[in-house]
């Protein structure tokens, strides 16, 4: 183990990816929590990644090519799931749940006479993370700060459609540059972690976790030659976990300090 390893070459893109992610994943995941439709992020990630399978089979190299192929299968995900919720809301979970086993199945078919399936695989779950450079983050960023702007600005107007495409496009953006797993730790854990808070302290404190979570995996990962996603995922959920504990701490100090 070595501090050489934190070569900011590689941590610094790495990291800038995370907080891209973030940036959108944050306020989505903690409507997510509030709708009770915790497993919708695994089920859109699975069906955009299933895109990016699609378009490999047929063939498709050009990344604009297989963008569009996973953010149209992921909007297609998202409009069938606001008619299901619309028809049968109280069964609406489980649709959620058809929907990522039939997409990792039909993934697994798609790449099953593929010699590098197995990694292709992994890598669209895990992600690779510490392998993303600078460039490949302008396509996320263009996406994300559009979205920002439609999330803070227009949520009210929205509906449930436009919840749901917009949560399908910030899903694809982030998934083939963390992976599923990460996409689904980004929304939910610091949304837990805030769980219970209001107001634009939750949505700041929901970001601290994030930002801390991301570091301390991608640095974790790197001194210890460790898979940078569930490595991240793992420090993710150290820092949501730690969240409530902290704060319990410091108002017990603020007590005794105020007596």
Known sequence: ??????EWSIIGPALAAGLLVLSTHVPLGREVLARGIIFIDLAIA???????????ALGLEST???QTAAASAAMLGALVMTWTEKRWPETQEAFIGVAFVVSASAGLLLLAHNPHGGEHLKD?????????????????????GPLLVAWFGLRARLGRAGFYLLFALAVTASV???GVYLVFASLIL?????????????????????????ALGLAASALADL?????????????????PLF???RRAVAGETTR
């Open 176 to 178: 083939q540059l963390v």
């Open 247 to 249: 704060r319990r701490r």
């Open 124 to 144: 669209l779950l895990a992600g690779q993370i510490l392998w993303v450079g600078w460039r490949e983050l302008w396509p996320a960023l263009l996406v994300s």
């Open 64 to 66: 604009l090519l297989v």
């Open 46 to 56: 699975q069906i955009a990644a299933l895109g990016v399978v699609a378009a490999g």
């Open 190 to 214: 610091p949304a837990l972690a805030t769980r219970g808070r209001q107001g634009v302290g939750a949505l700041w404190g929901g970001y601290l976790v994030g930002v801390f979570g991301y």
């Open 227 to 243: 898979p940078s996603g569930p490595t991240v995922v793992c420090a993710l959920a150290l820092a949501a976990g730690a969240a």
């Open 1 to 6: 183990m070595s501090l050489a390893a934190l």
